[in-house]
């Protein structure tokens, strides 16, 4: 073999080294650069392409810490015309799983998965810390993806025996909110699967924006005097019987 060849074979080798080596901590800054400083890794590990960092958010009132999150590049997707990585995240005593690509066009999130101790919510709204929750959530979207401009796909969010610290009666619920988004903006409802609480309402999600939802709370029959404080906090009472859940 000529001696330009064997060069050009050891430049062409060291140069795939060294980007299968790249470090993670490459990613924070560029993440950091692309959410305006919303999102930051902390304590990078690994490569590029398998690695785990901490995941620091701050946007909107919100200001929470994803404890672990880890990524693995799945090269097999390069074949669809995607660059995708299997993500895993851990937040508290929730955890979740995702695949995450980027296609020409779009952003993909594909077979979303997780869920855990309602507990954890207060990490994420402070507010909540004080309400105590209890339970099990349960999330899923199977696909979702986002062109820049427009959101398309479905997801869910299940409460399982919810409990709130100043009520006595446990569980209050399990309660329902399916996502469907095709567009500038996202159509949710909110539905009670079983328990003396009964929620129910309609919404929208704009991408991004502030939530709007108007529903209602009422007690199962036969239990408004055990659900009256917790109705008193959601909402004023109707001449139906009904407490109005508003949010503009």
């Given amino acids: 073999m000529r001696p ?29 650069a692309a959410t305006g400083g919303q999102a930051r890794l902390a304590n990078a590990a690994g490569t590029v392409w398998n690695g785990s960092a901490r995941l620091v958010v701050s946007a909107r009132g919100l200001a929470f810490t994803v404890e672990e999150l880890r990524w693995r590049f799945l090269p097999s997707r390069l074949l669809a015309g995607r660059a995708a990585f299997a993500v ?33 919510l207060a990490a994420v709204l402070p507010l909540l810390a004080s ?3 209890g339970g099990t959530l349960a999330f899923e979207a199977p696909s979702l993806a986002w062109d820049g401009d427009r959101t398309m796909g479905s997801a869910s969010l299940e409460w399982r025996d919810a409990a709130l610290a100043f009520s006595a ?51 199962e029959p036969g239990r408004e005097k055990d659900l009256e404080g917790v109705l008193a906090l959601l909402g004023a009472r109707r001449p139906d019987g009904a407490h109005a859940i508003e949010l503009r």
């Fill in 88 to 120: 895993g995240a851990r937040l508290g005593k929730l955890r979740a799983e995702a695949e995450v690509a980027r296609t020409p066009l779009t952003w993909r999130v594909d077979g979303l998965r997780g869920g855990g101790d309602a507990s954890s």
């Fill in 4 to 32: 330009l060849r064997l060069l050009a074979l050891g430049v062409a080798a060291y140069a795939a080294f060294l980007v299968a080596t790249l470090p993670a901590s490459l990613v924070a800054p560029r993440l950091a």
């Fill in 169 to 219: 009666v446990r569980p209050l619920g399990t309660w329902r909110a399916q996502l469907e988004a095709e567009g500038a903006a996202g159509k949710f409802s909110l539905s009670t699967l079983k328990g003396p609480l009964r929620l129910a309402g309609k919404g929208t999600l704009p991408f991004p924006g502030r939530p709007t939802f108007s529903g209602e709370a009422r007690a």
């Fill in 131 to 133: 309400w105590q929750p």
